[in-house]
């Protein structure tokens, strides 16, 4: 059973940065899919990026250009640099990762706010 733990969260004003990071408790796989969902308050949740080995990383189109997903399978990590925020970026931000079935990491609070 694969454990996600997610840092990096907090409160951040319009055009700045946070770096999100999610560690797993197990080996992970490279070709396997790892990345990050979000859920605003009232709504569902979405998927912003995620990344596999030989394959570009896949982003939401809101994110495109400002996010930037990356892993490091030898520390079982994947981070999602987080640019130009938006008061829409606001939200849980849920590590993800696939191997046979789907595992979650508890979420993170990013809260984008003047």
């Known amino acids: 059973q694969v454990q996600l733990v997610e840092s990096g969260g907090g409160l951040v004003q319009p055009g700045g940065s946070l770096r999100l990071s999610c560690v797993a408790s197990e080996r992970i796989f490279s070709t396997d899919p790892m990345g990050w969902y979000r859920q605003a308050p009232g709504k569902e949740r979405e998927l912003v990026a995620f990344i596999r080995a030989g394959r570009d990383p896949t982003y939401a189109s809101s994110v495109e250009g400002r996010f930037t997903i990356s892993r490091d399978n030898a520390k079982n990590m994947v981070y999602l640099q987080m640019n130009s925020l938006k008061p829409e970026d606001t939200a849980v931000y849920y590590c993800?990762?696939?191997?046979?079935?789907?595992?979650w990491g508890q979420g993170t609070q990013v809260t984008v706010s003047s």
């Open positions: 993800y990762y696939r191997s046979g079935k789907a595992y």
